[in-house]
């Protein structure tokens, strides 16, 4: 697909952006998103020094969006390590199965928009970086 980059252990995916008196974004499910969406969650009002994530999902696959502000996120496949810095609304970053991550250095306004392959599971966490 076009509007997907290889970055270094992962893929970035750029949605439209549509300009109209402001500006209008959208994702879909097998088209613009590479999976059936099944779940969305966002993360707000992170302080600044926090770090969340540090686990992988054995099976769910997430794009991560940034929606407003802006958030570093840690991408590990177990052999190389990738900082990746979301800041455009429209720029979404691939978290694939298997891939050990952390999110940190939330700005203030940052509102993280996830969208998942699969509902909620703990089981699907991998929360142990040896395992
Ligand atoms: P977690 O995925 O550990 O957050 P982060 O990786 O951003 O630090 O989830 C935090 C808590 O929220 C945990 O108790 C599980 C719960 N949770 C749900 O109940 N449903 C969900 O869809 C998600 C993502 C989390």
């Known amino acids: 697909m076009q509007n997907i980059t290889k970055t270094k252990i992962s ?3 750029e949605i439209p952006k549509i300009k109209d008196e ?8 097998d088209r613009s998103i590479p999976f059936d ?3 969305i969650y966002y993360i707000y009002d992170v302080e600044n020094n926090v770090i969340r994530g540090k686990h992988a ?4 696959r997430q794009v991560l969006f940034c929606v407003k502000g802006s958030v570093k996120v ?3 496949n177990g052999d190389v390590r990738e900082e990746i810095f979301l800041s455009e609304p429209n720029k979404g970053i ?8 952390t999110m ?3 700005s203030k306004d940052a ?14 966490y991998i929360r142990d970086y040896q395992e």
């Not at 402001?22 to 499910?29: D, H, N, V, Y």
């Not at 691939?94 to 991550?101: A, I, P, Q, V």
């Not at 509102?111 to 699907?124: F, G, P, Q, W």
């Open 111 to 124: 509102v993280l928009l996830i969208l998942a392959s699969d509902y909620y599971e703990e089981k699907d």
């Open 104 to 106: 940190h250095e939330f």
């Open 94 to 101: 691939l978290l694939d199965r298997m891939m050990w991550h």
């Open 57 to 60: 999902h054995k099976k769910t």
């Open 37 to 39: 969406i099944k779940r």
């Open 74 to 76: 840690l991408l590990d």
């Open 22 to 29: 402001g500006f209008l974004s959208f994702a879909e499910g």
């Open 11 to 13: 893929y970035l995916i």
